[in-house]
C-alpha cells in the first residue's frame, strides 16, 4: 500500500504543481463545478416548488373535507343525532390534525426552497467572479526573456536584469495569483 500512496502524493505534488504554473486551468475547473452547482441547484429549487404546490393541493383537499365535515356535524346536531355528531366531530379533528402537519412541512419546504434560491444567487455571483478572474488571468500575456521597450530612451532595447532580480518579479505574479484563487477558493 505504501508504494501506492507514495505514487498518489507525488502524482498530487505533480497535479498542484502544474495548477500553480497554469492557474487559469484551476480557474476553469472551479467554474466547471460551479456551473454543475447551479444545475443541481436549479433542479432541487425545482423539485420543492413542485412539492410545495403538492403540499398547497392537499392542504386545499383537507379543507374542503373539513368544511364538509363541520357542516355534517351541524346536521347531525341538528337532527339530534349525538353518535353521528360526535363521529363527524372526531373526523374533524383528525382532519385538522392532518392539515396542520402538512401546514408544516410545506412551512419546511419554503424555507429550503428559500435557501437553495439563496444558494444559487451565492453560486451565480461565485461563477461570474470566477469568470472575470479567469478572464484576467488569461489576458495577462506571458513574460518572455527577449522583451523590449521604447519609452523616454527610445530605441534601446531593454535587457532583462539579471536572474535574480527577474525570478523576485515571476515569483511575485505568482504569489499574486495564488492569492487571488486562494480568495476565491475561500469564498466559494
Known amino acids: 500500500m505504501s508504494i501506492f500512496d507514495d505514487v ?4 498530487e505534488s505533480q497535479l498542484d504543481e502544474f495548477l500553480k504554473n497554469n492557474p ?11 456551473r454543475e452547482q447551479e444545475i443541481k441547484t436549479q433542479r432541487l429549487i425545482s423539485d420543492l416548488k413542485s412539492q410545495q404546490q403538492q403540499l398547497q393541493d392537499q392542504i386545499l383537499a383537507i379543507a374542503e373535507d373539513i368544511k364538509r365535515w363541520h357542516q355534517r356535524i351541524a346536521k347531525a346536531e341538528a337532527a339530534g343525532r349525538v353518535d353521528l355528531a360526535q363521529s363527524a366531530q372526531e373526523r374533524k379533528a383528525a382532519l385538522l390534525r392532518q392539515g396542520n402537519q402538512l401546514w408544516g412541512q410545506r412551512a419546511s419546504v419554503g424555507e429550503s426552497l428559500a435557501k437553495a434560491e439563496e444558494l444559487l444567487q451565492q453560486t451565480r455571483h461565485k461563477r461570474q467572479e470566477v469568470q472575470a478572474e479567469l478572464k484576467k488571468v488569461q489576458q495577462t500575456p506571458p513574460q518572455s526573456n527577449n522583451s523590449s521597450t521604447s519609452g523616454w530612451n527610445q530605441g534601446v532595447p531593454y535587457n532583462r536584469p539579471p536572474q535574480g532580480v527577474d525570478s523576485v518579479e515571476d515569483r511575485f505574479r505568482e504569489w499574486e495569483i495564488e492569492q487571488e484563487l486562494n480568495n476565491l477558493k475561500r469564498n466559494l
Open 8 to 11: 498518489s502524493r507525488f502524482l
Open 24 to 34: 487559469h486551468l484551476e480557474l476553469q475547473a472551479i467554474e466547471e463545478q460551479l
